[in-house]
């Protein structure tokens, strides 16, 4: 970290600020020029306030040189975490497919779904049962007895479930469900990461619309730092102002993550994009950028479905899409770890 | 609502659509044309679900005419809301201000602070107790503690509080409370949003860091759904592309939700632009452009504050801020009252 | 394209707008309900002004429906555009690499690099003469100079030249350069694009870095509607609020860009991501999702590049980077089109 | 500067680095600790290309500490700038207005909105002779025709007149023009900035839709470097994710922009917002935050403009504007000198 000071700073509270900081087991390095003054500060910064930093009086800037995540950064962790829940693996070297409809609509619908979505590759079960709506009109989901069919769904075809929570008060009703999945828009619902930080069970965080990448990871963090390792990351689109599709995908999250973190990373390409006739072409991308895995949905009948048909796929659609992506995935996560950086 | 056909669409499939539309009530007016077919569709479309139809086989899009909200448009209720809680009013005409520290740290200090915004003109308090922090180590505020010495400097000084909820579970500590403040990571909680739908106190709604304005007057709308209408929306600022500020100041975001709707309409400089520096120039400018009112960050020692010091006022601040901006409130005001558009 | 009228419109001035309309050879379908009027059109709209129809007295809106470009418009030229200049394709199902350095440096520099990105398949030259920087002290390029090595280069090598045109007034030396490429500053400077619009010579047209996909077709539209329709479509990267890349890949601007236009789409990933640790997974993802090209820094030396060394491949890098992106690209291509939307 | 070096850095190319630096006369400060290294460089490191120092081997990232620009920079040259043409003043206490139609479209339309804006306060005529629109079927203004039109205009009244430039080669009908324009697409038009800084006449340079506020500066930068030192700059709305308004005032630009720079800031609301109706509430935004002036559409016909009508103001509505502006903005800019920060 790199303090900068005020040109017309105080030296009293220069010595001041240098033996607080040194008190907190910082080496401090000062260097003065005539038209500035830094101090470089050697330690472990994440604990840090660095707003508390910013308002002294006498500093006019700090900048961050080393991450402010620990647990799930790769500069201490270099070995890929993998995550293997009812006999499915995902990260270093596992690919995870997990597809679904966006909302459980009956229990025959769920079962039929996984039936055929495992028949064409899929290793984990997604689908909606408590669903975050803009609207308070929309349907908000079947709520428990969405996660009862998806536990039936889970007896039929021995798929591991993922579905998301939206509170924690729903909790008691996750017991049985493999993995736990954090939407969009409670990424830094801390209160929900801090609770699940104490679970025992995987979780699946999905960036948030407008998180940074260092966000994200900081919510990861956020879970890790309550006990819970195991966190998949997913890239699922940003907000930017491009109005052809619902979001954008940015596809180098998924190396960069990787860099930073030793994390799985997935892609959801359905949300990303929004449109069905994209998601074929962004699952190749994202298999071909070296992803751990994808989450997409799947429905038998787009145009019936509850909620978000226009982005579905259908079974068929599905089945072409996972041909594809097998074909690529493995050469390209080979091809790419040859390249040393 | 317009819904453009596919122009290969299939006539048995547009009649059926035609037919479902009109069971609930729509009329329906098919424009023909050689090159496209267009469906205008007139009733009340806020409860027809737009992602239903866009996935329809022979549907090609669906524009929107009419906003999807109700309870809080102005079209359907003209007169502005007026929002008052012991003895201060925000909306229609009376301009509050709420200020405050970032966090609660003491009882003498959140004391403190309540005297002296009081004395400077402010009508409300603020203060943090649960805090939302992007890092798991940074202080997470005093949490019930912090809401009893809240209620301490209510006592002392008669001012409402104002303070943020960040979980359902922590409602049971809000009873005496005046003003429930849903933060911008919880803009689209949408559980939450539905528990406080049937409060009946009034609601400080910030909007989420990337929310249209569309966005925040949906989550305006859950909660009236639920039956509280007591809602006061806050504009603190987006994320966009410039770093210089923490956030972007959406300042034309005023004028249009109070032409939106009848809700009061407050901003929060201190978070949009995260510098001290910069927050009473927002402030000016918060009133010229007609907003029903203000939330500052004051701290009586900004650079040893807990949390976000570098964006606090100091005592002083706030009363020259104050002082400048009641100048010119109630002209502008007025000024912007006479054009008729 | 849907005009919505206000809802206390004039009879006189809405038959008066009608019959303008229809003295333009537009058809108009009225359908007035109790809360709303619209006005369907159905004609060629792209010759209308959208934002004098917006500023009429009775209109509260206008939606466009159809897309506001016809040469550059899937729609009413289904075939691929293929471009073909000194025995190098582009487009319809022939794949195009563009590889050099950020910027011409000597004579020897460019040929070197030329042999070497040639041997590993690369089928254009790129090279920057005139150079955009942000800062008036940063070196600006060899100018006309690096025109002349450009052209050595291609004697040596045979391969086609890409290089940047940033002014009318330099167009006086591209005669013998292949493609000319118009920057992402410059994608809306439209008395350049006129002027390249009379040249018959393939214009690589990047897109700028905040521009929508529409704005971007609406640019090649300007050129083709001069007479030019040899235009190849860039994606670089958009801004948005990440900054762990220099801009955010928008890979499914690839496939939108192939269904709404019949022009030929390739990807920069380095200045897309800035990073050249990131450059070979999203040469690989921009293969997989379909795209016609690529356009790759390569650097013989990139630690002592006169700019943009961060970004830039080492010719053996380069080398890799083919032969995987090879082995990938035409199985997706094949896979893509199978699915028919 | 700050040089944050690789953990594994060679020495002896330390030792290199810190000569090379040395012999371009910055003082190098290195502070190593166990897990990383930094090089403190002082000195002025405006003439540094960053991007060369970041690929470097040894070096892992590199951290500016002072601005990239020398002649915009209040830090340099603490006092305002004050241009003066024509008898109008701008900056340094005197206040702005700038008035006129988007486009010129006849002598007489010209001569009229001049006298009307004239005796409503408004000390500038702006009018559009070359146009900048999106697509080619668009109006593209009356070119030099509309030049000379602006010139009759300006005898009739005595305003001085400010008109955009898209084209070097259009500089030859500006000889009479007071003001030069260059408009948001062609800020960052480096070979126009730079013939620009040549000319011995205000430049008015707009922000980029997309642009920092330190590409701002920059851009500044390249005219100053030219040797014209007359330079205004206008904040006119930054794209965001927002659809609501064309564009996102960013009116916190203006009390940044002024304390980064001692430039007159002027702010342009018509653009900002895309409509009249918001025009009003902007004004007297931008004049309660500190700003030197505006830059307002106004039509005689708004409903009849041949360019951006649904953003034009009245005559009247002008003169309202000004009326209230003009009652603010003084003592706004008085209150927001009180405070040292």
Same mark, same amino acid.
């Given at each position: 970290m790199v303090i900068i000071l005020k040109k017309s700073h105080d030296k009293a509270q220069l010595d001041s600020l240098i033996s607080w900081l040194k008190s907190k087991n910082f080496e401090c390095h000062l260097s003065s020029g005539t038209s500035q003054t830094i101090l470089g500060l050697i330690g472990d910064t994440s604990v840090l306030d660095i707003d508390l930093l910013k308002a002294m009086d006498i500093v006019g800037d700090v900048k961050r040189i080393l991450e402010p995540y620990k647990n799930v950064n790769r500069r201490f962790h270099p070995d890929d975490t993998v995550i293997e829940v009812g006999g499915s693996k995902i990260g270093g070297g596992n690919f995870g497919v997990m597809a679904g409809p966006? @909302?459980? /609509?009956?229990a025959e619908q769920i079962i039929g779904i996984a039936e055929k979505v495992k028949a064409a590759g899929a290793n984990f079960l997604r689908g909606g049962a408590y669903k975050p709506r @803009? @609207?308070? !009109?929309s349907f908000q989901g079947l709520r428990d007895k969405g996660i009862e069919m998806l536990l039936e769904a889970k007896k039929a075809t021995g798929l591991p479930i993922v579905t998301e929570i939206m509170? #924690? @008060? &729903?909790? &008691? !009703?996750?017991?049985? #469900?493999?993995v736990i999945q954090v939407g969009t828009r409670n990424m830094q619902n801390f209160e929900l990461l801090k609770e699940l930080g104490k679970c025992r069970k995987p979780i699946l965080l999905k960036r948030g619309m407008s998180a940074t990448l260092e966000e994200l990871l900081m919510s990861a963090e956020y879970i890790s730092a309550g006990?819970?390792? /195991?966190i998949i990351l997913c890239e699922r689109g940003i907000r930017t102002f491009e109005p052809a599709t619902r979001n954008t995908l940015d596809i180098s999250a998924v190396p960069l993550l990787k860099k930073l973190s030793h994390l799985p990373v997935i892609v959801d390409p359905s949300h990303a994009t929004g449109k069905a006739s994209l998601v074929k072409s962004m699952c190749l991308a994202a298999a071909a950028s070296g992803a751990d895995g994808l989450m997409i949905e799947v429905h038998n009948d787009p145009a019936h479905a509850w909620s978000d048909g226009q982005q579905s796929l259908t079974p068929d659609e599905f089945k072409s899409t996972m041909d594809a992506v097998k074909h690529i995935w493995s050469f390209c996560f080979d091809a790419l770890k040859e390249k040393s950086n």
């Open positions: 966006c @909302s459980v /609509e009956s @803009s @609207s308070p !009109y509170d #924690i @008060s &729903q909790l &008691q !009703y996750f017991d049985d #469900i493999d006990g819970n390792t /195991e």
